[in-house]
C-alpha cells in the first residue's frame, strides 16, 4: 500500500499525518510506502512547523527531517490512496485528477470529519495530533489485510 497524506500546506496536519502512520506501520510489520505533500506552494523546501515537531517529539513521533512539498498530477500514479485533511484540500486534489480512476484515490483521512487547520491557533495542536492518530490506526485496521 502506498498513501499520500495531503493538507494546504504541507508544514502542520500531513506531517503529522505522514510521521504518525509511518511509526504504526512499523509496529504492524507492514511493508507500505508513506508520504506527505500540500496543494499549496508556499512552504516548498521547508521542515514542518516547528510546532508540529514539539507537539510529535512529545508524543515520540520524530518529523523533523520531513521537507514539504507539492502535490502534484503524477501523485495519482504514485500512491494507491490520497488522504486529505479537509474538504478544501479534497477539492483541489481532485480539480487536479485526470479521470475516475485518480478521483477514487481521493478520501478525507477521518471519513465523516476534518482535520482543522491548527496553523492560526497554537492549541489545536494537541488535539489534531489526536485526531489524526485515530484516523491512521483506522486506516491500518482497514487496509492491513
Ligand atoms: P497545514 O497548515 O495545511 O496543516 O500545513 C497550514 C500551513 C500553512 C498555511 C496554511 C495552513 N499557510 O497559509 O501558509
Redesign the pocket.
Known sequence: MKILMV??????????AEGIIKQQVKEAGLDWEIDSA???N??IGEA??QR?TLEAKTRGVDISQQVCRQFNVQDFDGFDLILV?DKN?RRDVLSLARNQHDRDKVKLLLNDQE?P????NDHYFSP?FDLIEGGCKDIIKKYKD
Do not use: K, Q
Open positions: 493538507c494546504l500546506g504541507n508544514i502542520c496536519r500531513s506531517p503529522l500540500g496543494t499549496g508556499w512552504h514542518p512547523d508540529s485533511m484540500n482535520v487547520d491548527p496553523y492560526f489534531v
